[in-house]
């Protein structure tokens, strides 16, 4: 059974920096992994992906803000997370694939999903 499991959220100030983990367990990365976010009261949105040969995307909010990496020896998955707003604060998930993703992933492409680790930004 495939768990992916996320930590690294807390609360931070305006500004700040978080850097956030997913570990899997009964999987290793490989063709399209992806942070998603949901802020209450909103729609579950992708936040930046990378794909099997490292390639990273990211939603335009990001603004040069985020970097997504893999690190293939240790099959984590990060989001390091900088210069963060109030309007970050959301549950953030880390998410799977099966298949290659050659695009931004979407939520229905998404095959694994973590339970979330919740980022709280404080003006």
């Known amino acids: 059974q495939v768990q992916l499991v996320e930590s690294g959220g807390g609360s931070v100030q305006a500004g700040g920096s978080l850097r956030l983990s997913c570990t899997p367990s009964g999987y290793t990365f490989s063709n399209c992994m992806g942070w998603f976010r949901q802020a209450p009261g909103k729609e579950r949105e992708v936040v930046a992906g990378i794909d099997l040969i490292g390639y990273r995307r990211y939603a335009d909010f990001v603004e040069g803000r985020f970097t997504i990496s893999l690190d293939d020896a240790k099959n984590i998955l990060e989001l390091q997370m900088n210069s963060l707003k109030p309007e970050d604060t959301a549950m953030y998930y880390c998410?799977?694939?099966?298949?290659?993703?050659?695009?931004?992933?979407?939520?229905?492409?998404?095959?694994?999903w973590g339970k979330g680790t919740a980022v709280t930004i404080s003006s």
């Open positions: 998410a799977a694939a099966r298949a290659p993703c050659y695009t931004l992933p979407a939520s229905y492409n998404m095959n694994y």
